[in-house]
């Protein structure tokens, strides 16, 4: 029978010590947009090739940008979660499972923190609370990272979470802006016992 990742019940909330890490949904474009509106250098930075932070910010495209999300969680294509502050529900950041295969399963962990939230730990302890869900509630056998090899920060969130460096993938692209080459840092981690896929879990 073949399997059909929509029919999985996949949590919608994460906690961590410090994060309340939640699905996104629509009505979320108005918390999405001020951190985007802060952090949009930044982004821009390393990410400005994403359709999402070329365009100019506003409440619309981030709204946009939420319900489309949204879509792609219904139907398992790609989970987008929004990271939360437990102290006071101010929004920290984005947390996402992409490129997934649900045949291995597989997934690649990407991330960004605003501006204001960044230095304080809270990727590292998003990003190894989500690794940990892969692994345990997905079934995963391998989890990636891929960072921009002169994306130190993001490459030390790697390192910290216990993802190993498999190799620097070469002039493997251009910078959005300035069209100089990139390396591409690819980190991973592996299952080291054979998980049940998430359809056999079901039925035990």
């Known amino acids: 029978m073949n399997f059909n990742p929509i029919l999985l019940d996949i949590a919608e909330q994460i906690e961590t010590g410090r994060l309340s890490i939640r699905a996104v949904m629509p009505g979320d474009g108005a918390v999405h947009f001020a951190a985007v509106q802060e952090s949009i250098e930044d982004l ?3 990410l400005g090739h994403l359709p999402w932070i ?11 940008h939420c319900r ?3 879509s792609n969680f219904i139907k398992r294509e790609s989970l987008t979660y929004f990271m939360y502050l437990k102290a006071d529900q101010s929004f920290v950041g984005a947390l996402f499972l992409l ?3 649900w045949d291995i399963p597989r997934f690649e962990i990407g991330y960004w923190c605003r501006t204001g939230a960044q ?9 190894s609370a989500m690794t940990d869900f892969a692994f345990s509630q997905l079934a995963a056998k391998r989890v990636e990272i891929r960072t921009d090899a002169k994306n130190v920060g993001s ?3 790697a390192e910290s979470a216990g993802f190993t460096l498999e190799g620097t993938l070469r002039n493997w692209d251009r910078d959005w802006s300035t069209g ?3 390396d591409l840092r690819i980190y991973a981690k592996i299952a080291r016992v054979d998980f049940l896929l998430p359809h056999e879990m079901r039925s035990l």
């Open 68 to 70: 489309n999300a949204r």
């Open 99 to 101: 490129r997934i295969d």
């Open 155 to 157: 490459w030390k969130v």
């Open 44 to 46: 821009r930075r390393y």
């Open 119 to 127: 230095r304080k730990g809270y990727i590292a302890e998003a990003v």
């Open 180 to 182: 100089a080459l990139c």
């Open 54 to 64: 070329k365009e100019e910010p506003s409440v619309s495209n981030s709204e946009k």
